[in-house]
């Protein structure tokens, strides 16, 4: 599938199947990671058959099931947007393989994640990911009017920031609170993306902004 099929098909996912993930798949996801660690500076590491990390009472209070994959991600402080826009970009590259996955940001036993932390750096978040049992549920959403703005007010919607905004909706956010705000600034092609209060809220911001991007496609805009 296209990233634009995958990011309208992709869910989270909490219970999964004991199952591995085949060896063609797990070269896949590694050359991904790779390549967006060179690319965003931060360090995507994959662990397989380590259920641990989903055990204790806060894996049971997410409602994990059979997690026994998943990816962390490690990098500088103050680095949680990027955290975002990259993770989701392998979030999006799992699901097109045939992967299922979740952000997960507290529900996991700390003391079992065997990630290597550099002085200076942080675990920022950990995606889970294997064959779900199911194929999660879509979540809700804010209505649009909540979630951007046109500068100019008199303004019509273009199209491609509709288009942008309506792929921004799919984008998953912690508790699914949708704590971001969009604007078409007045030239019409300046958007800016602002994080709202709440937890999570900039790296969320940064899952926004690479859908918004999906969603856009090759129309010619910039970040504010």
């Not at 294997?130 to 009017?145: C, T």
Request: aromatic content about 10%.
């Amino acid at each position: 599938m296209n990233l634009q099929e995958a990011m309208r098909v992709r869910h989270s996912v909490r219970k999964y199947l004991p199952k591995p993930i085949e060896e063609e798949k797990v070269m896949l996801l590694k050359e991904e990671m790779a390549r967006l660690s060179a690319e965003s500076g931060l360090r995507f590491t994959l662990f397989l058959d380590e259920p641990e990390a989903f055990t204790g009472k806060l894996a049971h209070y997410g409602s994990f099931t059979d997690c026994r994959h998943y990816i962390t991600v490690v990098g500088a402080k103050g680095r949680e947007e990027d955290v975002g826009y990259y993770g989701e970009k392998l979030v999006l590259f799992a699901q097109q393989i045939g992967l299922h996955t979740c952000w997960v940001a507290l529900t996991y036993n700390h003391r079992k994640i065997k990630a290597e932390i550099p002085q200076g750096e942080k675990l920022h978040i950990l995606i889970s990911i294997g064959y779900g049992a199911n194929r999660g549920l879509p979540h809700k959403n804010k209505p649009m009017e909540k979630l951007c703005r046109m500068e100019d007010s008199g303004m019509p919607m273009p199209p491609w920031f509709q288009d942008g905004v309506e792929a921004s909706m799919t984008a998953p956010t912690a508790m699914n609170q949708q704590k971001f705000l969009l604007t078409l600034m007045r030239d019409g092609v300046t958007v800016k993306a602002k994080a709202l209060m709440g937890p999570y809220a900039a790296m969320d911001l940064g899952i926004v902004k690479y859908h918004f991007e999906i969603g856009v496609g090759d129309h010619p805009f910039h970040w504010a």
